[in-house]
Structures are given as structure tokens and as C-alpha cells.
């Protein structure tokens, strides 16, 4: 049944991305009680337990899309719930809550990129299975690193209920917010449609290489 399946592979590329959703959802729920809207904290979304934030299309149908044909491998939580009403100024602290998620991101590929590079000649010059454990740990960071990289740059296209949705709408002169917020309801008609276009792979897979690149 599992002739030619790599399950070490497949089980860390669902684990990390569990928790790289995670971190990106509890970021949210963090910086927006930062801003005045707890909303986040009082649900337990400021949690890395990923039970807290799974979305079973985007936090397992997807990634295994991705793992099983060779596309690149994202996903997606439960959003974390904002109140407006709790923010002084919704525009400014909406974008600074939208950054949050891909910037925790980012931090994560950034922290596994360091220890690839710490870990991966000793995992090499090693025998045994100390040497067998590092290599498995220098696979993980890798699988870390890009997922969070992909993870970071899929959320911030700016198209509605994406993060760079929001970053945009904060950005906007506010003369253009009107125009922008017409296209909003449609937005997951969109992302839909690059997904199964494979538009979603045409944004993401130089990403990816470049990424690749650096870890080789």
C-alpha cells in the first residue's frame, strides 16, 4: 500500500505545516490583542496547537494536493476572528494584524534557514545514527524553511480573504479603498480559480526555487 511512498517525507511536511499555520494564525490573534481586539485570545487562538486552528480543506486536503503531486505545498487555517469595534483605527491596525501572520512566517523560515546552515556539515561528516538524526533534523528545516517561505509570500497576494488583501486595502488612498473593496466579494472565486488553473503555481513556483537554490 505504501510501495514508494516516502511516510517520513509526507509526516514532516504535514507536521511543520500544522504548526507553521499555527504560529501565522496565533501571530494574528497576538498583534490584534496588541491593537485592542482580544477576540483572538478569549477563542485560545493564541495557541500553537494546531487543533485550535485546523480548516480541514486548507490544513490537510490541500497540503496533501501538493505533497502528492509535486505542486508546491501551502495550506491554510481557520481565520482568526477580528472585531472592528475593538480597534482604534481600523484601517492602520487591520494592516498591522494582516503582516503579522506572514511576518511569523518569516521568522520561522529565517530561524530554520540558520540551522540547516548550523547543522547540515555536521550531519554529513557524522556516522552512525547520531549522524542519521541530524540528517532527518536538517530535512525538517528544510521542509520548514520552504513551507514558511511559501506560506509568507501565498498569503501576502493581495486578494480578498488573503492577508495582502488587507495590507492593500490599509495602503490605499482612500479614494481607491471604494474600487478595491468592490472586488472583495469575489475574492475566493479568484484564488479559487488560480488554484485550479494552476495560477497559485505560477506565483509561487520561482519562489520556491530561488528558496530551493538557497539550501542546496
Known amino acids: 500500500m505504501f510501495k514508494g511512498v516516502d511516510i517520513l517525507w509526507i509526516g514532516s511536511n504535514i507536521l511543520v505545516l500544522l504548526f507553521s499555520v499555527s504560529l501565522h494564525e496565533s501571530a494574528h490573534a497576538w498583534i490584534a ?6 477576540t483572538g485570545k478569549l477563542l485560545g487562538r493564541v495557541s500553537l496547537n494546531p487543533l485550535r486552528h485546523l480548516d480541514p480543506v486548507g490544513s490537510l486536503l490541500v497540503p496533501m494536493i501538493g505533497i502528492f503531486t509535486g505542486a508546491p505545498v501551502f495550506g491554510w487555517a481557520k481565520p ?14 487591520q494592516l498591522f494584524i494582516s503582516l503579522a501572520g506572514p511576518l511569523s512566517n518569516l521568522c ?19 556516522g552512525g545514527f547520531p549522524g542519521v538524526a541530524l540528517g532527518v533534523t536538517v530535512m525538517i528545516c528544510q521542509i520548514g524553511f520552504l513551507i514558511n517561505i511559501i506560506l509568507a509570500v501565498f498569503n501576502l497576494i493581495p486578494i480578498p480573504p488573503l492577508d ?21 466579494p469575489y475574492g475566493f472565486f479568484i484564488l479559487l480559480l488560480l488554484l485550479v488553473t494552476g495560477g497559485i503555481g505560477f506565483i509561487l513556483g520561482p519562489i520556491l526555487d530561488s ?3 538557497l539550501i542546496r
Open 33 to 38: 490583542g496588541k491593537r485592542g481586539d482580544p
Open 80 to 93: 482568526v476572528p477580528v472585531n472592528s469595534a475593538n480597534l482604534p483605527d481600523f484601517r492602520r491596525d
Open 164 to 184: 495582502g488583501s488587507w495590507v492593500l486595502a490599509g495602503l490605499l488612498p482612500t479614494r481607491y479603498l471604494s474600487y478595491f473593496e468592490k472586488i472583495r
Open 108 to 126: 520561522a523560515a529565517a530561524s530554520f534557514f540558520l540551522l540547516i546552515k548550523l547543522l547540515a556539515v555536521p550531519a554529513a561528516s557524522i
Open 211 to 213: 528558496a530551493i537554490a
